[in-house]
């Protein structure tokens, strides 16, 4: 014969049990949500309350393969890889335009992240990490990984000019904004892939400094260095 | 790195007594990395090496009306390819069909040329931009050939930089004045002078330009001449066997002051 006060505890327990697993659920999914959400909304959307601050976009010109510097003046998160991502995808926007002087087919997302990561540096036998802060603080270079969206690969205009002019853009873009991009390199959909649209090699890793030194004012005649 | 072994028949070459627009009339395999299989003869000879972007089952670009880029750079290749043995280059050709070459076996091509090819181009075509845009490896230039013994692969090209911009440098100037000729023609053509990261170009040992024919467009930025336009293409074909000849006119002269007791400056 089990005794009274034994059977509540018990019940008591199973009753505390379930409402304990039901609340770890919950968390659970609240957080999956929040992670979902923040992948998707974080890095693109400026908070309102940003302050709009000018910048530079290198943008391509198909017409005579030049970059041409514009400034604009646009909310941007602090950030770096935030800043980078909402950057590109300003430029993204204006190729999509009607009446763009480098037309690209526009997709919703087309620069899906961008992660900075301090410059590898090859010596002495072994790969070490060039000396520098947190990534986006400048101390050393940096390396920008973009990952762009297939859509956005898949759809781009197929040509040697027309598929450097957008990776030099994006390189141009970020070293103007962000100066500490010295190295880009890109991914589409997370993966390497061979070439943007069949012609421009997105295995190499792009330096962002020739098209620097040869001046945005004048506008930077396509062509860049790579390493391979 | 696979060896040419593996991608038999690469090398289509043909001579002075090939048929204009014809394929080349006898065909055989280049050399292997390690020159095991039989090399292209072409000692003595001034050796152009055409390389026809894409094909078989890449396309490349959807120009107007369908077209696919393959189709009209192996119309330009093997047009080019007539032209240049009408006056008396050894022209060694990537492809004279609709097959599909991956970019080492293109640099294979052209590497395992015999005596070295005098020069390479890679013909592409685009709907984007206009006129014809003219690259060079954005690979920074090294040493002469003489001054290594091994290029590494992937950068081989570097050590040709210089050349290939001067080649580069020939072809604008040929495209550029094309127009003025008076002939029938499509008038001026645009060209654009660039570097990019040209993976094959990349791995070419010879001097090597990638020339990209882009519709031509208005101010308006609307196309005025097609790129299967055929006047465009024989106009473009004429300015660059021009350029070659012209190529070939400087490096024998270069190659004349080289020589002990040859001419001075």
Redesign the interface.
């Known amino acids: 014969m089990i005794p009274r006060y034994q059977k509540i505890v018990f019940g008591v327990l199973l009753v505390v049990s379930i409402a304990m697993a039901t609340l770890l659920v919950r968390l659970r999914e609240r957080a999956h949500d929040r992670l979902l959400k923040g992948e998707d909304v974080a890095p693109t959307t400026a908070p309102a309350v940003a302050p709009a601050e000018r910048a530079t976009l290198m943008v391509g010109n198909d017409m005579d393969g030049t970059l041409v510097a514009e400034e604009i003046s646009l909310p941007l998160p602090k950030d770096p890889g935030a800043r980078a991502r909402a950057l590109l995808d300003k430029l993204m926007e204006i190729y999509a335009g009607a009446g763009a002087t480098h037309p690209v087919p526009g997709v919703p997302r087309a620069v899906l992240q961008v992660f900075l990561l301090p410059v590898a540096e090859v010596g002495a036998g072994k790969v070490r990490a060039r000396l520098a802060g947190p990534a986006g603080s400048g101390a050393g270079g940096l390396l920008a990984v973009v990952n762009l969206a297939g859509a956005f690969a898949d759809g781009h205009p197929s040509g040697i000019q027309v598929e450097a002019l957008t990776v030099e853009s994006i390189c141009g873009t970020l070293h103007a904004n962000l100066p500490q991009i010295t190295e880009v390199r890109f991914l589409v959909d997370g993966e390497p892939r061979a070439t943007l649209a069949g012609h421009a090699d997105l295995t190499r890793t792009y330096l962002t400094t020739e098209a620097v030194a040869a001046g945005p004012e004048a506008g930077v005649e396509a062509g860049m260095g790579a390493k391979p | 790195m696979g060896v040419l072994a593996d991608v038999p028949c690469l090398a289509q070459r043909s001579g002075n007594t090939a048929v204009p627009g014809a394929p080349a009339a006898s065909a055989r395999p280049a050399a292997g990395p390690a020159g095991q299989v039989g090399q292209v003869n072409t000692a003595g000879r001034f050796v152009v090496v055409l390389d026809a972007a894409?094909g078989g089952d890449?396309g490349?670009?959807?120009l107007n009306g369908g077209v696919a880029?393959k189709n009209v750079t192996l119309a330009l290749s093997v047009r080019l390819r007539s032209l240049l043995t009408a006056r008396g280059f050894q022209v060694v050709t990537t492809r004279e069909g609709n097959v599909n070459l991956d970019k080492d076996a293109r640099a294979q091509v052209a590497n395992h040329v015999g005596a070295g090819a005098a020069a390479c181009l890679s013909l592409?075509a685009?709907?984007?931009?206009?006129g014809v845009?003219i690259?060079v490896s954005?690979?920074?230039p090294t040493g002469p050939r003489g001054s290594t013994r091994f290029l590494?692969w992937?950068?081989a090209q570097s050590a040709y930089v210089n050349r290939s911009l001067k080649l580069a440098g020939t072809v604008n100037s040929a495209l550029v004045h094309s127009g003025d000729t008076g002939t029938a023609g499509v008038g001026q053509i645009a060209a654009?002078?660039?570097?990019?990261?040209?993976?094959g170009v990349?791995s070419m040992a010879c001097p090597a330009v990638?020339v990209?024919v882009?519709p031509i467009?208005g101010d308006d930025?609307k196309v005025e001449t097609e790129v299967t336009d055929p006047e465009y293409q024989a106009q473009i074909v004429e300015a660059l066997a021009a350029a070659l000849l012209e190529w070939k006119t400087d490096s024998e002269t270069d190659a004349d002051r080289a020589r002990p007791g040859g001419a001075t400056p």
């Open positions: 894409h890449d490349g670009a959807q880029e592409h685009t709907e984007s931009g206009s845009h690259f954005s690979l920074a590494a992937k950068t654009t002078l660039a570097r990019a990261s040209l993976p990349d990638a990209e882009a467009r930025r």
